[in-house]
């Protein structure tokens, strides 16, 4: 799964759930609107270069450096999908953790999850 896949992966999960909604967010603004980026494409790359640079400050002893990583993923592509302004809400952490928890909560999703965390780890960091 590409990072870009994977970031689809994780906006169609959270529409397909109505997380965020019930947390009180707006519904997602159009992608290409989220601050990010001033069109789909770059605002995905601009998502994907975020999460590498934060990656990068995970320590590599870290055990648990997988978690985190994925964690980062979720965050990234929850402010891309809801907009950047949620990263200053304290329940946008809240929400963050609801979607980590469901999504590790289907069986049929942790082997990707995990093999997601592995890609994110594995990226350079340019």
Known sequence: MTPINAASAVALFIRQNGIGRRQGAE??????????GSSKE???QA?????????KFIEPTDPDRRRKAFRIFIESVLLFEL?????????FYDLV??????????????????????????????
């Open 27 to 36: 519904a997602p603004t159009p992608p290409g609107k989220a601050g990010v």
């Open 42 to 44: 770059g605002g995905r």
């Open 83 to 91: 907009g950047n302004e949620l990263i200053n809400d304290p329940k």
């Open 47 to 55: 998502v994907a270069s975020l999460v590498l640079r934060r990656i």
């Open 97 to 126: 953790d609801e979607v980590e928890s469901r999504m590790r909560g289907e069986p049929s999703l942790v082997n990707s999850i995990d093999h997601a965390a592995d890609l994110l780890l594995a990226a350079p960091n340019g």
